[in-house]
């Protein structure tokens, strides 16, 4: 069974940074674009941002300058967020598209959820 696992997040002060990491476990055919998205209480889940199986990456306008994506291998990316402001606060969740199994139809799947909280 296809599962993101992710670790990181926590408590830090405003200016302060935070990793968080995810990796995809489990059999699967194929995995393609992987991205980390965030919800605020009381708000949408909103796209952070994005990496591509080549590496291309992309950025919520919110976060550009201060959260870096990347991609160590096919089944893992992290996320660095440093300059973290309060409006940063919310669940983090990654996703990635993963076809399960040959001939079966690619999926969004997704992590469980990291908490991240910026407050002094």
């Known amino acids: 069974q296809v599962q993101l696992v992710e670790s990181g997040g926590g408590l830090v002060q405003p200016g302060g940074s935070l990793r968080l990491s995810c990796k995809a476990s489990?059999?699967?055919?194929?995995?393609?674009?992987m991205g980390w998205y965030r919800q605020a209480p009381g708000k949408q889940r909103e796209l952070v941002a994005t990496?591509?199986?080549?590496?291309?990456t992309a950025y919520a306008d919110s976060v550009k300058g201060r959260f870096s994506i990347s991609r160590d291998s096919a089944k893992n990316t992290n996320l660095q967020m440093n300059s973290l402001k309060p409006e940063d606060t919310a669940v983090y969740y990654c996703?990635?598209?993963?076809?399960?199994?040959?001939?079966?139809?690619?999926?969004?799947?997704w992590g469980q959820g990291a908490q991240v909280t910026v407050s002094s």
């Open positions: 990496v591509t199986s080549g590496g291309s």
């Open positions: 489990g059999m699967f055919f194929s995995i393609y674009d």
């Open positions: 996703n990635a598209q993963i076809t399960p199994r040959w001939g079966t139809r690619t999926a969004d799947y």
